[in-house]
């Protein structure tokens, strides 16, 4: 059963940066999975933030995370990343990774029902 562990997530002013780590257990086949990283801010909705695909070679961002952004993966490790730079008040959230298997789309996805596994959440709160 695969299973994922977020972590990485903290307080940090505004401005400063943060690296998500999420690592994935269970499976032999790591680069079968494209990954996702989401978000939910208190009172809202969980929105996608970015995901990769198996291989690494191609990432894909909501429009509003790509300039401060980046998602990257270690597929010797198994483990994929979220680095987040210039970090606002409005970043604070329940950050998730989320997995599927990537050969049923060939394409990263960016809707929740579309991924089969979730980790737990890392809190990231950024302040003034």
């Known amino acids: 059963q695969v299973q994922l562990v977020e972590s990485g997530g903290g307080l940090v002013q505004a401005g400063g940066s943060l690296r998500l780590s999420c690592s994935v257990s269970g499976t032999r086949t790591f680069s079968s999975y494209g990954m996702g990283w989401f978000r939910q801010a208190p009172g809202k909705e969980r929105e996608f933030v970015g995901g990769i695909s198996g291989s690494g070679g191609n990432t894909r961002y909501a429009e509003s995370m790509k300039a401060r952004f980046t998602i990257s993966r270690d597929n010797t490790k198994d483990t994929v990343y979220l680095q987040m730079n210039s970090l606002k008040p409005e970043d604070t959230a329940v950050y998730y990774c989320?997995?599927?298997?990537?050969?049923?789309?060939?394409?990263?996805?960016?809707?929740?029902?579309?991924?089969?596994?979730w980790g737990q959440g890392t809190q990231v709160t950024v302040s003034l």
């Open positions: 989320a997995a599927y298997l990537y050969r049923r789309y060939g394409l990263i996805v960016d809707t929740q029902d579309e991924y089969d596994t």
